[in-house]
């Protein structure tokens, strides 16, 4: 009986999307887009196996993802080919002489239905090639040395998508005579079938818009409102939580806002890089954004906020240049500007947005729009990293617990006593030490938003390099993988899923 094999194409590198990390990796509602484009495959009954053709050095990651998911259909990894057609020869060879038809799917289209795929299967039976396709909406025009030559029907227009499915021995045969010709050229298979074997009908399965191929970083963001709207067989991504779960209703809006509210503070991001870059004032992307940077190309699937540090020295100057150069609807927000604000750091906030922490203070009037945080950097003391530690996480505690909302009680009076204190003794063997080690080896946050007490060596950030971040560069440390080591271990783990969460209650991208 003939088999039914989906190729899973994800050989690409994404460089129109920019960053490190090829776009079949990019992470899409909580998974990669590879791992939803699998996925689409291993629960269609008609697909019997699935293999992937990816570069060896996603070999590792894609067994931990196949591992993961507990898929039974993904069985091969094959290695791809410098072109596109490279990829299909790959796949060409592994399944040579099997009784088999070859389902070819670009990975980076995640959101391929499941009636696309079984119509594709089931037109195997009657023909030999097969392929997808959709009306084009606007009308198209041919273009040489800049000027429109031609005006082609748009009624029998169609914009090709994949899957593109052959019997092998036929798509086998296309190949054969191309790698003949010395001026052979492909971006798909179908064309490849037209061309060397004119005689074979190509049957065209109805496609869809979300069906849609990821290619710009702003594409993450239509793909994540695609995966909010059910299609036209009513199938959406399931909201978050369950059906008893009291909060399903807000996870679920979460989710489908969650990249709006990521490409908003991109921009709050983007316009203090421009103000940084026009001063000459120096920073770089820390904690979860790098983080975001290095792992995943841009932000991490769950985050929902941005962090940038500064020389300490330089904010006070940032500070003044903002308030000059930022957009009207952006505002630098200090304890100096607003002093209702309990936490000592600098922020950017989009008044023209909301958002809710679970801190925030509502009898307070202080702006609660969208933000980045930027955090003041200095020589750190060269204290052991278990003093370090113990003293920075000691004051931070005791300085959080005292700036935290109070009711008059006694134990907020026992507080007040206890905790000052405390916060008082780390403060002075904090002092005190400092006196006795040098300075310039460390650099770090200062104390009282040092958190768990990590420093970095001077050397891991200086002289300070750039990353892609979103497709787009911005200021990083000199060495982001002892950087962020120091800050998280073994960062490229991923997180249990019930710890992927982020750090808003609640946000409104844009206000009006």
Same mark, same amino acid.
């Given at each position: 009986?003939?088999?039914?094999?989906?190729?899973?194409?994800?050989?690409?590198?994404?460089?129109?999307? *920019?960053?490190?990390?090829?776009?079949?990796?990019?992470?899409?509602?909580?998974?990669?887009?590879?791992?939803?484009?699998?996925?689409?495959?291993?629960?269609? %009954?008609?697909?019997?196996?699935?293999?992937?053709?990816?570069?060896?050095?996603?070999?590792?990651?894609?067994?931990?993802?196949?591992?993961?998911?507990?898929?039974?259909?993904?069985?091969?990894?094959?290695?791809?080919?410098?072109?596109?057609?490279?990829?299909?020869?790959?796949?060409?060879?592994?399944?040579?002489?099997?009784?088999?038809?070859?389902?070819?799917?670009?990975?980076?289209?995640?959101?391929?239905?499941?009636?696309?795929?079984?119509?594709?299967?089931?037109?195997?039976?009657?023909?030999?090639?097969?392929?997808?396709?959709?009306?084009?909406?606007?009308?198209?025009?041919?273009?040489?040395?800049?000027?429109?030559?031609?005006?082609?029907?748009?009624?029998?227009?169609?914009?090709?998508?994949?899957?593109?499915?052959?019997?092998?021995?036929?798509?086998?045969?296309?190949?054969?005579?191309?790698?003949?010709?010395?001026?052979?050229?492909?971006?798909?298979?179908?064309?490849?079938?037209?061309?060397?074997?004119?005689?074979?009908?190509?049957?065209?399965?109805?496609?869809?818009?979300?069906?849609?191929?990821?290619?710009?970083?702003?594409?993450?963001?239509?793909?994540?409102?695609?995966?909010?709207?059910?299609?036209?067989? *009513?199938?959406?991504?399931?909201?978050? %939580?369950?059906?008893?779960?009291?909060?399903?209703?807000?996870?679920?809006?979460?989710?489908?806002?969650?990249?709006?509210?990521?490409?908003?503070?991109?921009?709050?991001?983007?316009?203090?890089?421009?103000?940084?870059?026009?001063?000459?004032?120096?920073?770089?992307?820390?904690? %979860?954004?790098?983080?975001?940077?290095?792992?995943? %190309?841009?932000?991490?699937?769950?985050?929902?906020?941005?962090?940038?540090?500064?020389?300490?020295?330089?904010?006070?100057?940032?500070?003044?240049?903002?308030?000059?150069?930022?957009?009207?609807?952006?505002?630098?927000?200090?304890?100096?500007?607003?002093?209702?604000?309990?936490?000592?750091?600098?922020?950017?906030?989009?008044?023209?947005?909301?958002?809710?922490?679970?801190?925030?203070?509502?009898?307070?009037?202080?702006?609660?729009?969208?933000?980045?945080?930027?955090?003041?950097?200095?020589?750190?003391?060269?204290?052991?990293?278990?003093?370090?530690?113990?003293?920075?996480?000691?004051?931070?505690?005791?300085?959080?617990?005292?700036?935290?909302?109070?009711?008059?009680?006694?134990?907020?009076?026992?507080?007040?006593?206890?905790? *000052?204190?405390?916060?008082?003794?780390?403060?002075?063997?904090?002092?005190?030490?400092?006196?006795?080690?040098?300075? *310039?080896?460390?650099?770090?946050?200062?104390?009282?938003?040092?958190?768990?007490?990590?420093?970095?060596?001077?050397?891991?950030?200086?002289?300070?390099?750039?990353?892609?971040?979103?497709?787009?560069?911005?200021?990083?440390?000199?060495?982001?993988?002892?950087?962020?080591?120091?800050?998280?271990?073994?960062?490229?783990?991923?997180?249990?899923?019930?710890?992927?969460?982020?750090?808003?209650?609640?946000?409104?991208?844009?206000?009006?």
């Amino acid at each position: 009986m003939t088999r039914n094999i989906a190729i899973v194409l994800a050989g690409g590198t994404g460089s129109r999307m *920019g960053g490190n990390c090829p776009k079949q990796f990019r992470t899409l509602a909580g998974r990669t887009v590879l791992e939803h484009s699998l996925s689409a495959f291993e629960q269609n %009954g008609l697909v019997d196996e699935v293999a992937v053709v990816l570069h060896p050095q996603y070999h590792g990651e894609t067994q931990k993802l196949i591992a993961a998911r507990g898929w039974k259909k993904v069985k091969r990894l094959l290695e791809g080919g410098a072109e596109r057609w490279g990829s299909t020869l790959s796949a060409l060879k592994a399944f040579e002489g099997e009784d088999a038809n070859l389902i070819f799917h670009d990975a980076a289209r995640p959101l391929v239905s499941q009636r696309i795929i079984t119509e594709v299967c089931e037109a195997l039976r009657s023909y030999q090639a097969v392929g997808v396709g959709i009306d084009s909406v606007d009308t198209l025009m041919k273009v040489e040395n800049g000027l429109m030559t031609h005006v082609p029907d748009r009624s029998v227009m169609q914009r090709m998508q994949t899957p593109q499915a052959f019997r092998l021995a036929t798509i086998t045969e296309a190949y054969r005579l191309a790698l003949a010709d010395p001026h052979f050229k492909a971006t798909d298979d179908c064309s490849v079938v037209l061309k060397y074997l004119p005689d074979t009908p190509i049957y065209i399965i109805r496609g869809e818009e979300r069906n849609l191929k990821l290619t710009y970083a702003d594409d993450l963001l239509t793909l994540e409102r695609l995966m909010a709207t059910p299609d036209k067989d *009513g199938t959406a991504t399931p909201p978050a %939580g369950s059906d008893t779960d009291p909060m399903r209703y807000l996870k679920a809006y979460q989710r489908r806002h969650l990249r709006e509210m990521q490409w908003a503070e991109l921009e709050i991001l983007t316009e203090v890089a421009r103000v940084c870059e026009a001063e000459g004032i120096p920073y770089w992307l820390d904690s %979860g954004t790098l983080l975001g940077a290095v792992r995943h %190309g841009g932000f991490i699937p769950w985050d929902d906020d941005i962090d940038i540090c500064m020389p300490i020295e330089e904010v006070p100057r940032f500070v003044k240049a903002a308030q000059q150069r930022l957009p009207k609807h952006l505002q630098v927000q200090t304890p100096d500007t607003e002093p209702e604000l309990r936490m000592p750091v600098c922020k950017v906030r989009n008044l023209n947005s909301f958002m809710v922490e679970a801190d925030d203070d509502f009898a307070k009037g202080y702006a609660k729009g969208l933000f980045i945080d930027i955090f003041p950097m200095h020589d750190w003391p060269s204290f052991g990293p278990k003093f370090s530690k113990k003293v920075a996480r000691g004051y931070c505690r005791a300085n959080a617990i005292l700036h935290a909302q109070h009711t008059y009680s006694w134990r907020a009076c026992a507080e007040l006593f206890y905790f *000052g204190a405390k916060r008082t003794l780390f403060k002075l063997a904090w002092t005190i030490g400092s006196l006795f080690v040098g300075k *310039g080896k460390y650099y770090s946050n200062t104390l009282n938003n040092s958190g768990n007490g990590n420093r970095h060596l001077r050397s891991s950030i200086f002289p300070l390099g750039t990353i892609q971040f979103e497709g787009r560069t911005f200021a990083a440390p000199a060495d982001p993988d002892t950087y962020l080591k120091d800050l998280f271990g073994n960062y490229m783990d991923l997180p249990p899923e019930d710890q992927r969460t982020g750090h808003a209650c609640f946000y409104v991208a844009k206000l009006s």
